[in-house]
């Protein structure tokens, strides 16, 4: 799903079923860490914190960069997105191996990254726009011209066909949380049925 569809609150709803789960997001991060002295390179030293701890990349600062500029939101991609596929792959390896029958990817860019490979279902969250950039405000504390920024990145972000060819099921999201627990409950059923 895309920005603040609900892939979060997915992603608990499966992990209260004992389903483990890899947010992409939060690997995001840690690639920033990864690649911190390129990304400092290709970026400049605006986007990195200096602290007695140590170095970090100011991720807001580097938002407003990548948000505002397609042509630097793909040189970032260029930079984080190999760390992060094979982290992904890494984490699912593992949680197979330590005995977990489905494990979760949580993930808005999915098909960009090529995740979907690793994949033998996709849960397709929606939410309505609206609903999308009143949780990006509230969630992210960032102002509303920075929530369109991110949601307009992923306008062409939508479910399709995978060279796998896996079953994609949409859910909605835009009732509250309890009808997105009874349509996720749904599909878990669904894609237990056909194990």
């Given at each position: 799903?895309?920005?603040?569809?609900?892939?979060?609150?997915?992603?608990?709803?499966?992990?209260?079923?004992?389903?483990?789960?890899?947010?992409?997001?939060?690997?995001?991060?840690?690639?920033?860490?990864?690649?911190?002295?390129?990304?400092?390179?290709?970026?400049?030293?605006?986007?990195?914190?200096?602290?007695?701890?140590?170095?970090?990349?100011?991720?807001?600062?580097?938002?407003?960069?990548?948000?505002?500029?397609?042509?630097?939101?793909?040189?970032?991609?260029?930079?984080?997105?190999?760390?992060?596929?094979?982290?992904?792959?890494?984490?699912?390896?593992?949680?197979?191996?330590?005995?977990?029958?489905?494990?979760?990817?949580?993930?808005?860019?999915?098909?960009?990254?090529?995740?979907?490979?690793?994949?033998?279902?996709?849960?397709?969250?929606?939410?309505?726009?609206?609903?999308?950039v009143r949780r990006a405000v509230k969630r992210d504390?960032?102002?509303?011209?920075?929530?369109?920024?991110?949601?307009?990145?992923?306008?062409?972000?939508?479910?399709?066909?995978?060279?796998?060819?896996?079953?994609?099921?949409?859910?909605?999201?835009?009732?509250?949380?309890?009808?997105?627990?009874?349509?996720?409950?749904?599909?878990?059923?669904?894609?237990?049925?056909?194990?």
């Open positions: 799903g895309k920005y603040c569809s609900g892939k979060n609150s997915v992603a608990e709803i499966l992990e209260k079923r004992q389903i483990p789960s890899i947010d992409v997001d939060k690997l995001g991060h840690q690639a920033l860490t990864a690649n911190l002295n390129t990304i400092a390179e290709v970026f400049g030293d605006s986007v990195i914190e200096r602290k007695t701890e140590g170095d970090f990349v100011n991720r807001r600062a580097l938002g407003e960069i990548v948000f505002s500029d397609p042509s630097r939101l793909k040189e970032l991609e260029k930079i984080s997105h190999p760390w992060m596929k094979e982290e992904t792959a890494r984490l699912v390896d593992a949680h197979l191996d330590a005995g977990a029958s489905h494990v979760i990817i949580n993930a808005a860019i999915l098909y960009k990254m090529k995740l979907d490979s690793l994949c033998d279902c996709i849960i397709w969250v929606e939410a309505p726009f609206i609903n999308r504390s960032i102002s509303l011209v920075s929530a369109l920024k991110r949601i307009y990145t992923q306008r062409q972000v939508k479910p399709k066909p995978s060279e796998n060819s896996v079953d994609i099921y949409r859910v909605g999201n835009r009732a509250g949380i309890a009808y997105l627990e009874r349509r996720v409950v749904d599909v878990l059923k669904a894609i237990e049925q056909k194990d």
